[in-house]
Every structure is written in C-alpha cells, then in structure tokens.
C-alpha cells in the first residue's frame, strides 16, 4: 500500500503541475477570451478527476500521513496546509491562495475547489471524518491564551465581539460589527469561535447568551441587530473563504454551540466535552448566517418586528447546515419556502413558532431574557440537553452532510450566478 500511495503521490504530483504550467501561460483570468477560459476550465477539470480518483483510493492514508496515524488533532487549515505541502498537486499550496485573494471573486482561478474535494473526501471516511470534527471541538489556542485572563476579570473585547460573566454566571456574547449590522467575515468567525470556546471552558458560567449590539446605522439607530448573514461585499472582493470562513464556521463554533467543547480532562486522559446551555435574543433581524446560527440554540426570543430569513438561494450559495437543521424545526413544506423560495417569517406570524421560542415586545424583550436565562440553569438542564442533541442530530449525519456541503459549497463560490449577483450588490453598496 505504502509504494502505491508513493507512485499514486508522484503521478498526482506531475499531473498537477502540467495544468498549472498551462493554465500559468495564459493571461490572467479577467483578460482571458471565451475560448482561453474554456481550455483553463477543462484542464482544471481534467486535473480535478484525478484528484477525485486519488482521493478515493488513499484519502484515509493521507489523512494518517498528515496527523501521524491520528495522533495529532489537526484543524482544518493547518490540515489543508500540509496537504499542499506533502501531497503536492493535491490542493492549492499557501502561495496559490495568497494570489487567489488579492483578486476579486470574478477573476480567482477556483483553486478553493481542490480544497472542497478533499474536504468532502476526509469528511466522507467513518476513520478520518470523526477524527477531524474532534479537532475542530477543541479550543483554539488564541481561547486558551486568553482564558487566565477571563476567568480572572469576567470580560472579554475580541474586536467585533464582546463578552462579559455577570454575577449570575451568564456569559453575555454581544456581536458589535456596527459598521455591517453584524455581517460575518473571516475575522468575525475567528472571534466568535474565540468567544465560544471561553464561555464554554470558563467553570463560573453555567449559561450563554448571544445577542446582537447596538447599531449607528441610520436605519437601525439606537437597535439591536443580531446580523445580516456573510458580508457580500467580502464576497466581493474575495474576502470569503471555504476554509477559514464557511467550513471553520461549521464545524468548529457553530458545532461547538451545539455539541461543546474537547478538553483533556476526563479520567484516562480520554476527552470530555464541555456543554452549556445556550440563548438567543434577536431584536430586529436574523439574515442567512445569523438565521443559521439560531438552529443550534436552545431557547430563541424575538421582539414582535423581528424576522427570520435565509435568502442563500437568491444569492446562490448554500445557507450552512441550514438545509440538514431547519428541516427538523419547521417542517419539509415550509423549509422549502424559506431555502428554496426565500420566504421571510415574521416573529408576528404563526409558523414563528417553530423558530422562536418567545416573541415579546421590544421594551419586554430583556426581561424575557433574564427569565430564559434563570430557567436554564441547573445540571439537570445539562444533562436533558445533552441527551435531546443526541437524539436530534448524530455526528455521523452531520458529517455526511457536512462533506458533500464541502465540495456543493465550492462550486457554488465560482459558479457565474454568484459571482454576477455579489457583484451588483458590491456595486449598489
């Protein structure tokens, strides 16, 4: 097995650089005719069927060369990192993604797709697949350098979110992108992940809260915003990634939410997982990625104006896990109307009921919070939690899910619909 991965390595290796010495020949992607654009496409498709048959034979092997037979826990770009590295041509070395950022998302190579395919291809194994959603449950070592200091003062400023332990052991997470009514980016994923992990690891918090900051925007003056999904205008400009963006998103914060966090410290050495209970508060709108987020929560509050909306269709990406959550919430008949159609749902309508818990007015709205955070206390709460997210979602359909996400989201980032439409608003913004 060792000498076919060998020749399998070199061959894939050789492979690769034919097509990027080509593909390197002609103009750069915004000056190429309709016919180069043809040839570059088809020699990356070309190329891209002998990853996918490489990875189909060796993706456990690989997995194990690059985590030393699964004794490292490795995340998800450092993963992709080494794949560049010992398995040249297999994904888009450092060098590679650092050109594809500096351009707009209309003239990048699509060199993310690569990373798709091995994702979903680590993702699919019942060895490697388990072993990754571990590593990205663990805390983050920025979490870990900042954790002393949390537990110490109760308060945390990571940039476009803040945190803060009350006396009553919530965790209050405050997302403060005013500049954007709290649309994500890279950064903002990083932060949130951050925030997680040290509400989470923090022994004095017995529940979280999350809930949107004041904005200065004209519009929403004065208001809370909860966030209006992926900053299109990163998108734009090529500031969204699949890897630090879209997949660390999933598996590590917003699974981390859901399923807690890995530590060390259970009898044996063997991990132990950290849950909390977790409450949502939207006073004004959850859009896209902040309507994802809700799906793992626990308990949901609306103010009476607020909605809900997941409009990734119109925008022709995939809304998240939303496709294998929402469905669980509200129905097969209604999620359609919400991913498909885009259907908006009011906190005021009936069918809100199956995604807000309670729906208040807004000068009643943080009194209800305090109610929802006093009631979830407890470790029998703890306890029922964990049990009813077992039920509810199991590792292994999430990731099964997860990897073909993986590869569909890909393609969805360079597909000609997306990039036309990010492009107008870019240009309306």
Known sequence: MCGELEHARVALAKA?????????????????????RADAEAARAEARALRAAFLGVHADAVYDELTADRTRYVRVAELAEGAAMVFPGLVPTSEQLATERSRPQADKEGDE??????????????????????????????????????????????????????????????????????AEDNQQIDDMETAVDLALLDPAVEVCLLRGGEMTHPRYRGRRVFSAGVNLKALHGGGIS???FLLRRELGYIHKIFRGV?????????????????????????IGGGAQ?????DYVLAA???????????????PGAANFRLGRAVGPRLV???????????????????VFDEVHESEALDEAVEGALGRLRGSAVLANRHMVNLAEESQVEFRTYMAEFAYQQALRLYSSDVIDKVGRFAASG
């Not at 132990?272 to 709108?285: G, H, N, R």
């Not at 987020?293 to 929560?297: E, G, P, T, Y």
């Open 242 to 244: 699949l890897v630090d």
């Open 113 to 182: 797709i690569d990373q798709g395919l091995f994702f979903r291809a680590v993702l699919r194994s019942p060895t490697a697949g388990p072993h990754l959603l571990d590593a990205m449950l663990r805390p983050t070592p920025r979490a870990l350098g900042l954790l002393p200091e949390f537990m110490r003062t109760g308060k945390a400023d990571l940039g476009s979110v803040r945190m803060e332990r009350t006396t009553d052991g919530a965790a209050r997470l405050t997302m403060c992108r005013d500049d954007c009514l709290n």
């Open 336 to 354: 359609r109307q919400m991913i498909l159609d885009g259907r908006r749902l009011r906190a005021s309508e009936p069918d809100a009921r199956f």
């Open 16 to 36: 690769a650089a034919r097509t990027d010495d080509f593909v390197a020949a002609l103009p750069e992607p915004a000056l190429r005719s309709p016919a180069q």
């Open 262 to 286: 890995l530590t060390e410290n259970a009898p044996g050495g063997l991990p132990a997982t950290v849950e909390k209970p977790w409450v949502a508060a939207v006073d004004t709108f959850a």
């Open 293 to 297: 987020i809700l799906l793992v929560f």
């Open 304 to 318: 009476s104006d607020a909605y809900f909306s997941l409009p990734a269709a119109k925008e022709g990406i995939i």
